[in-house]
């Protein structure tokens, strides 16, 4: 299995002379192909819900690049909206939701929480698992409740998770609850994703960073434990990443106490730093900053073999530090797949 496909090797500790490679937000906006079938296929959601569409779009990347892995094409809000929060996207700017206040709100979303709703989005997975070439794994993912939670509280995406910070603090009891109903939720969603055909995970806690310490023990590290152990003993074998942005000097030790087999480093982390302070048998990726690849040529080499070079000789596998940026140039995506797959050539 392992030298079938990389990744799942990498996840199992392996190092690879070849990191395997896939890009967070590698199926999106910089590829023509999507940017056509979106157009056809009604809101962001809606693409969401169409398990033809959301299929194809899982694919392209793969058919255009060839990489190691598909991630399944969907939303880290299919999970509130299946709680039954109302969510919408608005062309060029982003999610909306009609904004958890009070203690009732809360209430109304554990009674109301419906995986059935999900079921295209499990018809997806099943849709890629036999279009997937044998070498290449397939991701499934769902957002951390911290994450999650500060998009229901605040109603949209803000710079700095302002108001869900303040709900925590003046509220902790009630935002406690909405946090242990997202981990309940999520635990059924990523279960039923492997069940339908997923290999392994990731969970991204893509604002854990604007925490302080305490607040990020009980709303980043408590949940996603408690998420992670249920998974992993409801369906062992399963690796799991977590992608705690922002994470900083949090990380040495975090997958260990997660439970988690890999950790996603942002593009802040050096490099350098997380190979010393980071345990050996944590596999690690990442984390070329989107910009370089953005940027291209000599940088974007520079860049890559840097990154090439710190994790050489252990578990690795090569991503970005976040999502690929939709303006991002397609010869730059190939030039970075294929420095990445000449090394040690």
Request: a negative charge; charged letters at 20%; hydrophobic letters at 45%.
């Amino acid at each position: 299995m392992g030298d079938r496909k990389p990744l799942l090797a990498v996840l199992n500790g392996e190092a690879r002379v070849v990191p395997p490679i896939w890009l967070m937000r590698q199926a999106g906006r910089y590829l023509p192909e999507y940017q056509e079938l979106r157009a056809k296929a009604g809101s962001f959601l809606d693409t969401c819900y169409n398990p033809q569409t959301a299929a194809r779009i899982t694919l392209q990347p793969i058919e255009r690049f060839g990489f190691d892995a598909a991630i399944l094409f969907s939303d880290i809000l299919v999970v509130p909206d299946a709680l039954g929060q109302k969510v919408w996207f608005e062309s060029g700017s982003g999610p909306r939701l009609v904004p958890v206040e009070s203690d009732s709100d809360i209430a109304a979303l554990a009674e109301s929480f419906d995986i059935e709703k999900l079921s295209p989005v499990f018809e997806t997975i099943d849709r890629v698992k036999g279009e997937l070439p044998k070498s290449v794994a397939f991701i499934g993912f769902c957002g951390a409740p911290w994450t999650v939670a500060s998009y229901m509280i605040a109603g949209r995406g803000t710079p700095d998770q302002a108001p869900a910070r303040l709900f925590a603090f003046r509220r902790p009891e009630a935002f406690a609850r909405l946090i242990d109903i997202l981990a309940d939720a999520s635990i059924v969603y990523l279960i039923r994703q492997i069940d339908a055909g997923v290999e392994t995970l990731q969970i991204f806690d893509s604002w854990a960073g604007v925490l302080p310490p305490l607040e990020f023990e009980r709303w980043v590290v408590a949940p996603l434990k408690k998420i992670i152990g249920a998974v992993k003993t409801a369906r062992p074998g399963v690796p799991i990443i977590a992608f705690v942005r922002g994470g900083a000097t949090h990380l040495p030790g975090l997958a260990e106490r997660l439970g988690a087999d890999a950790l996603g480093l942002d593009t802040a982390i050096d490099p350098v730093w997380a190979v010393k302070e980071i345990p050996a048998g944590t596999a690690l990726q990442g984390n070329l900053d989107p910009l370089a690849l953005l940027a291209g040529g000599a940088a974007l080499d520079r860049e890559i073999d840097a990154i090439l070079h710190c994790f050489a000789g252990r578990p690795h596998i090569f991503n970005l530090g976040h999502g690929v940026l939709p303006e991002t140039p397609l010869e730059h995506v190939a030039q970075l797949i294929g420095r990445v797959r000449r090394t040690g050539n």
